[in-house]
């Protein structure tokens, strides 16, 4: 009997040392952390729970997640770049613009986006201009004529200084030589709850975030900032029909600190690209009116250097008068 | 339709799983609401990844319930150990912990069940009915009806500083000018981070109140004698209270679950900011303002009957629009879409089965809260026959765990000690910290909605005068500034003498 006990337990170890060598040859082995730079719950989070089941499946690896909220994600990215482990168990959510308008707009903020390895942009929520339904402005046109007739009188609320939808208001008003007067509200859900309220005249707000008002009549979208109408809003003009070359949005990825084996880069880029195909993924996006842009690793980084340039050339531009000359 | 969907959500509630969600949702935000430094926001806030193994009606049915154990539970500790379980418990301190002082915690403590139990059915009801109707006040605050929310809100600072007005509205001051550390959200600058990070999002509010309350109490229970300290382990009085003494608090019951389910509508402003507006409204109309801060029953019953009648005030424009009343329902909508619900107009209507599963939900978390909370509140009793000693070590460590959870953040831990020294030199010169809480609450709200009106109005200040609401309310903040100085008191006194002539 003993003796029978110890060949099984000599096998056993013998079985667990071999599944740790076989673990060791690849990546992953254990759980992959994820820094979260915003609150449970938030826009982020959303896309966590969204991609992670399926991301699971597609690595063989659960995912953790860790919330770091402050300073409109910086602090998590702070980490991620300057202290995380390059070893490809630590990646985080990145958002653009924030990703870049925080150390752009504030000398504080050390991390650029070249301590980072780009791993994939999963869905990008493109620009809307809403108002709210008894709205004067029945059309983009309406609305247009209006601004032109009263230059820096029409109120437009925007998310937030630094946030997507303040720089597609500024890129719009160079696109158009039009001038509103720009409202910051503390996130989106300000802004368009102000736009629906009649408080101001107009929201430029993200598709994704105010699609259940758009559909439930409350609010009307004026203008899309896409390359092509949107299947969702098939009424709803592009800028670029209407001359304004505009396209615009937020953004939401995944990265991973610089230095990451190359590897380890290949084998997450495999799994976001597993992921992309997955149908139940695409139905669970459209499900919740999450617009999939997929773009992989080099892809990924060329955006986000592009975005860069455009945001430093903006934001230089209007910096004295949101910050005073220095 | 209604009233299918209000039976359908009905017998969904009553499914075994959905009950054993609640009732433990309930008993956990009993739980973490009794803990100085852990809220209910924190709470649903760590647990919302927990529930998405759960159909999304139990979960999210779970986490509401959550919200509203929470509530009561906040006053657990505010009333047996002076520091608030949770932020919106902050005001319950004035009255409730010297209340228990005079050995009469058991009675301060079923003041507050009651006052939560009867605030969290009359929000319920609201939701479960008029929450079409009420939502749509939620879109008619913008920043100009929020800019006047926030001067009548400042005004408590008058009542709460009554006796020494100096002090408190040095108080009020200071908590108004660290309410403006932080980028400016207007702007875009940071101001007085001091080139630090940490402090671009402002200071956490919850982790300023842990340090003002609760590490000056667990100085103060070290730094006296043991057997010096009043203790308020002789619990000799009933938690359940008679009749008689519940009647004359109905008044201050409904007027302050009233100010709750509105506070909750409004977005931005949640428990932490309507306890204060109760309390003042029931110091304001009590005969007898001197009692007030010296353990008054009333100055229990208004805030804990208006911090649980927020959560169902805060569900009304998060159910019937998609828009959060507060930041713990703010997490729950997270938290439906997350379940592929998309939050919005069509939750009460696509989405009928869920919806009204919850309402249900809140609806009958206050009945386990009432149970559950008579059970968990003899237990906590116990805590006052901990020695101090113990006890003060124990506020230390959860604060500290508390203050980090909030935002997984060592550096809010030193800012929490930072503001516990200064609480307790704060309390050693006799300077009010409730004012200062005030201030620190609304300041933000103040600030940011007072620049995005001028931007609206191209700089014009009649914006606030032109809109009926804010006009409205900032006439109110008016006459009660008025109330609180002396020249109200000698008209008063003035007017009652020529009565009492004229009888």
């Known amino acids: 009997m003993r003796k029978s006990r110890w060949i099984v337990g000599i096998l056993v170890l013998l079985v667990c040392v071999m599944a740790g060598q076989a673990a060791f040859a690849e990546y992953p082995t254990k759980q992959i952390t994820v820094l979260q730079g915003f609150k449970a719950g938030g826009g982020s989070d959303t896309l966590a729970q969204l991609t992670q089941p399926f991301l699971e499946k597609a690595i063989g690896q659960s995912f953790i997640n860790q919330y770091i909220p402050g300073a409109t994600g910086a602090i998590a990215w702070t980490q991620l770049a300057k ?12 958002n653009t613009p924030m990703l870049q308008t925080n150390y752009i707009m504030n000398p504080e903020i050390t991390y650029n986006i070249s301590e980072l390895e780009p791993i994939a942009n999963v869905v990008t929520d493109p620009g809307i201009i809403v108002v709210a339904k008894d709205s004067p402005y029945k059309t983009v046109e309406d609305f247009l004529k209006a601004a032109k007739e009263n230059p820096g009188k029409l109120t437009v609320g925007n998310s937030g200084v630094g946030g997507d939808d303040f720089f597609t208001t500024l890129i719009f008003e160079k696109a158009s030589g039009l001038k509103f007067q720009m409202i910051p509200f503390e996130g989106d859900g300000p802004s368009w709850q102000a736009a629906m309220g009649g408080k101001i005249d107009a929201s430029f707000n993200n598709l994704g975030i105010t699609y259940p008002q758009i559909k439930a009549g409350n609010l009307r979208a004026l203008a899309v900032f896409t390359e092509n109408r949107y299947e969702l809003i098939p009424d709803v003009p592009t800028a670029k029909e209407l001359g304004y070359n505009v396209v615009s949005g ?27 195909e997955m149908p139940e993924f695409v139905k669970a996006c459209n499900d919740r009116a999450s617009i999939i842009d ?24 209007v910096k004295e008068q949101y910050q005073g000359k220095k | 339709m209604i009233l299918d969907n209000i039976l359908l959500g009905l017998t969904s509630v009553l499914s075994g799983y959905n009950l054993l969600a609640v009732a433990a949702g309930t008993g956990l935000g009993l739980f973490v609401g009794a803990m100085p430094g852990l809220s209910a926001t924190m709470a649903i806030a760590i647990l919302l990844p927990v529930t998405f193994v759960f159909k999304p009606e139990t979960g999210i049915s779970m986490l509401a319930s959550i919200y509203m154990g929470a509530m009561y539970g ?40 009651t006052a939560s139990f009867v605030g969290g059915i009359i929000s319920s009801l609201f939701l479960l009915t008029v929450a079409p109707v009420l939502g749509g006040i939620a879109v008619m605050f913008g920043p100009v009806e929020l800019f006047a929310v926030a001067v009548l809100g400042m005004t408590i600072i008058g009542s709460l500083s009554q006796g020494s007005a100096i002090k408190g509205l040095l108080a009020g001051s200071l908590g108004l000018l660290f309410s403006t550390v ?109 009692s007030f801060g010296k353990g008054s029953p009333y100055g229990i019953a208004a805030p804990e009957a208006a911090n649980n009648a927020v959560v169902g005030g805060a569900l009304i424009p998060t159910i019937s629009l998609g828009i959060p009343g507060s930041s713990s329902t703010a997490i729950l909508l997270g938290g439906l879409m997350i379940h592929g619900i998309m939050p919005g ?92 809480v005030v201030g620190l609450i609304l300041g933000r ?59």
């Not at chain 2, 302050?256 to 306890?275: K, N, Q």
């Not at chain 2, 030193?414 to 009010?432: C, H, N, Q, V």
């Open chain 2, 182 to 290: 932080g980028m400016d959200s207007v702007t875009g600058i940071p101001r007085f981070t001091l080139g630090n990070i940490n402090l671009f999002s402002g200071i956490p509010f919850t982790v300023a109140l842990i340090g003002l309350f609760s590490i000056p109490q667990a100085i103060r229970l070290i730094e006296k004698e043991e057997s010096l300290v009043e203790r308020v382990n002789l619990i000799t009085d009933r938690i359940l209270l008679p009749w008689r003494e519940i009647r004359p608090l109905i008044p201050t019951f409904i007027r302050s679950s009233l100010i709750g389910v509105f506070t909750g509508i409004i977005p931005g402003t949640g428990g932490d900011t309507a306890c204060w507006f109760a309390y003042n409204e029931a110091k304001r109309a009590s005969d007898d303002k001197e």
């Open chain 2, 445 to 503: 709200m103040l600030d940011v909605s007072l620049h995005q009106s001028l931007l609206m109005s191209q700089g014009s200040w009649m914006i606030f005068l032109e809109n009926p609401i804010s006009a409205v309310l900032l006439f109110i903040a008016l006459f009660s500034l008025i109330q609180s100085t002396p020249i109200y008191g000698r008209w008063r006194a003035s007017r009652r003498k020529k009565s009492g002539e004229a009888r």
């Open chain 1, 250 to 276: 937020s953004s939401r990825g995944y990265s991973a600190p610089k230095g990451i084996p190359a590897e380890t880069r290949d084998t997450l880029i495999a799994a976001f690209k597993k992921m992309a």
């Open chain 1, 294 to 317: 997929m773009k992989f690793g080099d892809d990924y980084a060329k955006m986000l250097k592009e975005q860069e340039a455009a945001f430093k050339i903006i934001w230089d531009e």
């Open chain 2, 74 to 113: 906040g006053s657990i500790a505010a009333i047996l150990i002076r520091t608030p379980g949770t932020p919106a418990a902050a005001a319950t301190i004035l009255d409730g912990y010297p209340m228990a002082q005079r050995g009469e915690a058991g009675r301060a403590l079923g003041i507050s069940l």
């Open chain 1, 83 to 94: 202290t995380a482990k390059k070893d490809g168990y630590t990646l985080s959510i990145t």
């Open chain 2, 345 to 436: 107009p069509t939750l009460m209507t696509e989405y009928a089965g869920v919806t009204y599963t919850l309402l249900w939900a809140i609806f009958l978390s206050n009945f386990f809260m009432f149970a559950e909370g008579i059970l968990f509140t003899k237990a906590c009793i116990f805590v006052t026959r901990i020695s101090n000693k113990v006890l003060s070590v124990a506020i230390v460590v959860l604060c500290v765990i508390g203050s980090f959870a909030i935002n997984n953040n060592f550096f809010e831990v030193g800012l929490m000690f930072g503001f516990g020294i200064l609480g307790y030199f704060m309390d050693k010169l006799k300077i009010p910290v409730a004012p200062l």
